[in-house]
């Protein structure tokens, strides 16, 4: 084979034959339908007669949940909520102190007096019960997978499906088998969570020191006795963070699957306000789910910390933990019916969020209004259709002469040459821009479209990945769903370039300014465990529905990995190299630029990698302030109980971001 | 608001206590059945349907059944009446079921009892900057005026001007309908239903112009002021391509009628006054009062509504 | 290496530990070079095509003897192959070719649980960076062998307590090995080798973590212990020095090949070639040699001072300072003794010694 470079260039002239061609052969732009395979009929009819097989055995295990899920969750329910809040405090003090338990007091406080002290119990039941089957299948798993390597990395790639598959292409399969009911959140939020741990166990165990493996071998270890009496324990932190993580991913989940409903949980809370665009309302429960993200995560990582101590020793705590149990019980015999919860307080509070955000709507919707469509007009529509789709009497109120083409091909065409000698690479880039602005990224054709996604498939990833990039155009392409598949591409793009442009800016920022990083952290940590459909309702009222809102929507999520990494990948620069630049003479922005950026640029890469995926994680919800991607059809799916079309859409999203997060890992 | 008050409260409560009593009439008063199991009552995302669903199941209660009421997602339901885990689900809007209703309601495993009694509503409304835009509405006339299609245009409908539609998931009608009466209009899918209150109340509070798809009874229209589009010709017998007034159902579980045969003939008469129920849902959601003490207070103020509903089916 | 020089001291006592042509090859699939049965392998040929064909051979054909009650060094540079030889040894990893015998059991034949059992009684081990389990404390860890092979909690702590108190760290049993210093963390994977009371006693570098101070001491503490246990030891350092300073005899590693073995003496006055003597240049004779490795059988009449065999040379510097040219050396130690003479010792330390000794 050519050089990389020549083939790039051949690539380019291939795509460059295929634009000049589409005008005279329609199906080069456009996939046509008649040319697709009824994937998603064909999944139906062989899917549904084995779920119908399954479902037995689903009902059974859906009605072995159900049981001690009710009675844990009316033991949460029955519990005077002050018992329950001082058992979380103490909790608190014995994973880490008294910060922690001043926390714990505050967030619990602002529960209570928003009024979901209920709902969010019932989350916690879940949650809870989700616990020990992820723990106990992912350790087992994550165990395997050391026993055996050889199984290693299939298991990693299931596991990467399971995490990126969007949970409401599975709600139909999960509601066919485990009915209706909690089951199905709970089945899932454990589908979910397990990766994590198996991921933990991974490393954990290969992380144990050979040294310690071989004493315990010379020590005249069993296989059995090494692993349980040796790596095991010696693996236990990595393993409480496995636990840890487990718990984050169950309780994200719990919230999504909420929309199955039958639990009255805080997510239910946030769906329903959803619907009705009560920005405060989904605020609020918004906020609990922080509040509970926030307690759960410390108090577990406290318990997960290796060098822990404690200022509640074992004793004391277990006799003020059975001295709230008690007290509770008490209680709740004395007074049966008292619910010791404030009634209309988060009511009123909401309705005053929802008045204010009315005001804010109005008086800044001019400017918002001028903002959304100068982007649309100048940044996503040229994307989107091209600059030959966009330079039309209707939009930019002119229409393209032969003349502006040839200037338009002259000038990228030129730039490409002068760069040729220096840096070919970017002049190939620059040749491909050219091209893709002048159709328009969901127009540009699509035999050019699945030959670069082959040719850098096979270029960073050998024949697996070209086999993975494959099978996913395949799904894509003959399963019908090119057109969503392209603006998915668009958005997912537009969002990414955006979000590392804006939150790469910012994390520099952090990192050289200790006072953006101290209020940026918070921003993002909210950004992140908030359920995302909080953001959709102001997102909306501004921008209304459409494309420019699910951007927003996406970037909003999407903008965290660059912040966070960007700050993370310089401020951990090694201080040597730094001050030995500076000893050179280096000025602040040499330091910056020379220095400190190359050296984080691994780190750097992994945060877009990792924007990258949230974007694309991000395209079901997008979905709800109407776009015509992916994530749509993931919708129309549930609409239709259309089990088949469901999982096409849902195991394309699922596969494109593997190939991207493969694409970019080396 | 000049809704609310258009038909008197008092007539359309004993409206409704007319047509409570003609229901009451055919059926046959029946044995209360597995009274000391539970009834699960499915309560949706929206404020009417809650209490619809809280005001039911308090009647069943007063029959001597005992109630749960179960928060429910729209399309899930159907799974859970399917299989029992849920029993009755008393509103149930018919124009955003999508293909999962039908699909069920073929299998057998549920039953559609018959109307809720709501004076539905379903058509294209508009905010009153568009009708500043557009002088001549509600004749749908005036939206084929290019003034008007350019006050509502937007970058991605250019050169028509944009209708917000229901979710993808809903359906075309309205789609279907610009289209057969080569209205000028590009049909934008919602993706939910929050994104079309939201955009309703954010184009209503800034005053900009809008037109969409939309139905009544809901609670937004209490708050917001929209006129009603007075529709353009469609084939009434095509449901694809006409918006009639979508039905309002109660939909139960199939072995309901063995299990709880007083109870499902009370859910078979049982019937809400849309303004009534407007009214409810202002209290709850303007005037910060819970569902369980609204519903309550209906039950204390109605009985001569319900109490034949319970006599009529319990012996 | 030719066999004579195996056994240059120590003939008398039993082998213990018996290692013959011993191959270690890492590498896509080293079992493919050895599978022929009755083929003689030339060792350079083999190695020089193993390299060339992909494979790195981190033991080449090692053969040597290891008696009872000795302290035998492996020693060379870092990447020479110790470890890999010494866990070949210990059969941590599998040899690829060769024979090694323990008290004349075929040890690379020893089935899993046969191999458990040899592990929990007659093999003890310590290592470079201690291989202590985090999770267990001081006594835990020490009583962990015993654990394994199901002794009961009170006998088993009580024995641990004893060998902690042997290793000098009464008081810390309930600490934790993070709260303890690198030399204090040694000395538990001292006791806890000991534990089983193994007769076979490889440290793989135990000392090399630690500063130079430590490790001194903790040679002076290995010296009496091993005075007191009469353990037969494999020890690996990369330090000549200790080497020396412990060594009965010393097995000279580079490139996986053993170069030379011998006692330090015997290593530092006749070095095999020219990278032995590179490699012992630095040392400083006069404290490494003693009196009774120059020591000769036939008696000298004008001895006029004696000194014991065990004494450095340096010891003898003074006294030849002050005149004495002939010494009668007391046996001492593994030393028969016998009679020395100045200019033999001179001669020995070469120049720079004897600029000294006019000094002196
Ligand atoms: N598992 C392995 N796979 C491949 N090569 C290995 C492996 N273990 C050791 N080697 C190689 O074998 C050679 C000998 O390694 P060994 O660990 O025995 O050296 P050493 O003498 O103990 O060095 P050090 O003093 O650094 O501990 C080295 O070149 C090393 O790279
Ligand atoms: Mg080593």
């Known amino acids: 084979m050519a050089s990389p470079l020549f083939r790039w260039l051949l690539l380019f002239l291939f795509c460059l034959a295929l634009v000049l061609a589409s005008p005279f052969l329609p199906w080069l732009a456009a996939f046509p339908q008649g040319w697709t395979l009824p994937l998603a009929d064909v999944l139906n009819t062989w899917a549904l007669p084995v779920f119908d097989i399954l479902q037995g055995p689903g009902r059974a295990l859906a009605a072995g949940l159900d049981l001690p899920l009710r009675g844990l969750r009316a033991a949460l329910e029955w519990l005077p909520w002050p018992a329950l809040a001082g058992i979380v405090v103490l909790l608190a003090l014995r994973a880490s102190g008294w910060q922690l338990a001043v926390v714990a007091i505050i967030a619990q406080a602002g529960i209570v007096a928003g009024g979901y002290w209920p709902q969010a119990m019932n989350t916690l039941a879940i949650v809870l019960m989700s616990l020990p089957p992820a723990v106990l299948i992912g350790f087992a798993l994550g165990a395997a997978a050391h026993r055996w390597p050889r199984i290693e990395p299939a298991t990693v790639a299931a596991l990467d499906v399971m995490q990126t598959l969007p949970a409401f292409a599975y709600l139909i399969p999960l509601l066919i088998l485990f009915g209706f009911g909690p089951a199905p959140g709970l089945v899932a939020g454990v589908v979910f969570a397990v990766p994590p741990m198996v991921r933990n166990t991974i490393l954990g165990l290969a992380r144990v020191p050979a040294e310690v493996v071989e004493a315990a071998q010379m020590c005249g270890a069993t296989s059995g006795q090494l692993f349980w009496l040796a790596k095991v324990p010696a693996a236990r932190s990595q393993l409480l963070v496995g636990v840890n993580q487990t718990v984050m991913a169950s309780l994200s989940m719990v919230i999504i699957v909420a929309v199955i409903g039958g639990f009255n949980d805080i997510g239910w809370e946030v769906l329903s306000a959803m619907r009705g665009a009560e920005l405060g309302r989904s605020l609020m429960s918004g906020l609990v789910i922080v509040a509970m993200a926030i307690l759960l995560d410390r108090i577990t990582l406290g318990f997960a910390s290796p060098g822990r101590t404690t200022i509640l020793g074992q004793k004391k705590f277990r006799i003020a933990f059975g001295a709230f149990v008690i007290a509770g019980v008490v209680t709740r015999l004395i007074l049966p019916e008292v619910t010791f919860l404030p009634d209309a307080l988060g009511r009123n509070l909401a309705r005053s969020i929802d008045a204010t955000l009315m005001d804010f709507v109005v008086a800044t919707g001019p400017f918002f209004a001028a903002l959304r469509d100068g982007l649309n007009y100048g940044l996503m529509l040229p994307l989107r259709i091209g600059l030959l789709g966009a330079a039309t009497p209707t939009v930019w109120g002119f229409t393209l002469m032969p003349w502006m083409i040839a200037a338009y091909a002259i000038v990228f065409a030129g730039g490409a040459f002068i760069l040729w000698r220096r840096t070919p690479t970017l002049a190939i880039a620059i040749l491909f821009v050219g091209l893709a602005l002048a159709t328009g990224i969901t127009r540009f054709p699509w035999p050019g479209v699945v030959a670069m996604a082959l040719v850098a498939a096979w270029a960073s990833g050998g024949p697996r990945l070209f086999a993975m990039t494959s099978g996913a155009l395949g799904l894509i392409i003959f399963g019908g769903l090119w057109a969503a598949f392209t603006q998915s591409a668009y958005l997912t793009a537009l969002a990414v370039v955006l979000c590392v442009l804006i939150g790469g800016a910012l994390g520099l920022l952090a990192a050289e300014n200790d006072r953006a990083s101290a209020i940026l952290r918070p921003i993002n940590d909210a950004l992140q465990t908030m359920p995302q459909f909080v953001f959709l309702i102001p997102a909306l009222m501004l921008f209304r529905v459409g494309e420019f809102t699910a951007l927003i929507a996406i970037m909003l999520y999407a903008i965290v990995p660059p912040m966070r990494y960007v700050e993370h990948g310089l401020r951990n620069v090694s201080p040597a190299l730094v001050e030995a630049a500076v000893q050179m003479g280096a000025t602040r922005s040499q330091l910056l630029w020379q220095v400190k950026l190359p050296l984080a640029r691994p780190v750097i890469r992994l945060g877009i990698n990792q924007t990258i995926m949230a974007a694309i994680s991000m395209l079901v919800i997008a979905a709800l302030v109407g776009t015509r991607d992916l994530g749509q059809q993931v919708f129309i799916a549930l609409g239709k109980a259309d089990l088949g079309l469901g999982l096409v859409a849902g195991f394309a999203i699922a596969l494109l971001a593997l190939i991207a997060d493969r694409l970019l890992r080396d | 608001m000049t809704r609310l008050t258009s038909l008197p409260t008092t007539t359309g409560r004993a409206l409704l206590a007319g047509i409570a009593v003609l229901s009451a009439l055919p059926s046959q008063a029946a044995e209360l059945g597995a009274a000391d199991e539970t009834i699960q009552m499915a309560m949706l995302e929206w404020t009417g349907n809650n209490i619809s669903t809280q005001i039911a199941g308090r009647i069943l209660e007063k029959a001597g059944y005992k109630v749960e009421y179960v928060t429910a997602g729209n399309f899930p339901q159907f799974s859970g009446l399917s299989d029992g885990t849920l029993d009755a689900s008393v509103e149930i809007w018919m124009m955003n079921v999508g293909d999962v209703y039908p699909k069920a309601l073929e299998s057998g495993l549920i039953e559609n009892i018959g109307t809720l009694g709501l004076r539905s509503r379903e058509g294209w409304i508009y905010t009153k900057a568009t009708a500043e835009a557009c002088p001549g509405l509600p004749d749908w006339h005036a939206l084929m005026e290019p003034a008007c299609v350019a006050a509502l245009a937007t970058p991605d409908t250019l050169p028509n001007g944009r209708f917000l539609d229901y979710p993808a998931d809903w359906g075309a009608r309205s789609a279907n309908m610009l289209a057969d009466n080569a209205m000028p209009y590009t049909a934008i899918p919602a993706g939910s239903e929050g994104a079309m209150v939201a955009e309703l109340r954010a184009a209503a509070a800034g005053n900009t112009p809008l037109l969409m798809t939309f139905w009544e009874p809901h609670f937004v229209l209490a708050d917001v002021e929209v006129g009603w589009v007075d529709m353009p010709p469609c084939d009434q017998a095509n449901l694809e391509r006409c918006i009639v007034p979508p039905p309002v159902d109660k939909v139960v579980w199939a072995g309901m009628k063995d299990k709880w045969p007083a109870a499902y003939g009370i859910l078979t008469d049982f019937r809400m006054d849309t303004d009534q129920q407007q009214q409810m849902m202002l209290a709850v959601s303007e005037k910060g009062e819970s569902l369980q003490a609204v519903a309550d207070k209906w039950i204390a103020e109605n009985e001569a509504v319900w109490r034949p509903w319970v006599d009529a089916n319990v012996k | ?360």
């Open chain 3, 1 to 360: 290496m030719p066999e004579t020089d195996q056994n240059s001291i120590d003939r008398h006592r039993n082998v213990k530990l018996q290692c013959r042509n011993v191959w270690k090859v890492y590498g896509p699939r080293p079992d493919y070079y050895f599978d022929a049965k009755g083929y003689r392998i030339e060792p350079e040929l083999l190695a020089a095509r193993l390299t060339a064909e992909g494979h790195l051979p981190a033991l080449i054909d090692a053969s040597f003897d290891v008696h009872e009650g000795e302290i035998f060094v492996i020693m060379g540079l870092s990447g020479s192959g110790k470890s890999t030889l010494v866990r070949c040894l210990s059969r941590l990893i599998d040899a690829n070719h060769g024979t090694i015998q323990l008290d004349g059991q075929d040890l690379l034949a020893a089935t899993p649980r046969e191999l458990i059992e040899i592990r929990r009684h007659k093999m003890g081990m310590v290592f470079q960076s201690f291989g202590l389990l985090p999770h267990l404390t001081v006594l835990e860890n020490t009583a962990f062998p015993l654990k394994l092979q199901g002794m009961g909690l009170a006998e088993r702590e009580a024995r641990a307590r004893e060998m902690i108190r042997l290793v000098g760290l009464d008081g810390r049993e309930a600490s934790y090995p993070s709260q303890l210093s690198g030399g204090q963390q040694q000395r538990v994977g001292i006791a806890r080798s000991l534990a089983v009371g193994p007769d076979l006693w490889f440290l793989d570098e135990p000392f090399s973590a630690l500063d130079p101070l430590i490790r001194r001491q903790m040679q002076d503490e290995f010296l009496r212990l091993q005075d007191q246990l009469k353990k037969t030891i494999v020890f690996i350092t990369h330090d000549i020095m200790e080497a020396c300073r412990l060594a009965d005899r010393i097995a000279l590693m580079r490139n996986g090949r053993i170069i030379q073995i011998g006692t330090p003496a015997e290593i530092l006055l006749s070095p095999a070639d020219e990278y032995v003597a590179e490699f012992t240049a630095e040392v400083a004779l006069a404290r490494v040699i003693r009196a009774g490795d120059l020591a000769v059988a036939a008696p000298m009449s004008e001895a006029t001072a004696e000194i014991s065999a065990d004494q450095p040379l340096e010891a003898l510097m003074s006294k030849i300072g002050a005149g004495h040219r002939h010494f009668r050396v007391l046996p001492a130690g593994r030393y028969p003794g016998g009679y020395v003479a100045a200019d033999r010792i001179l001669a020995v330390l070469g120049h720079e010694a004897a600029t000294l000794a006019e000094v002196g």
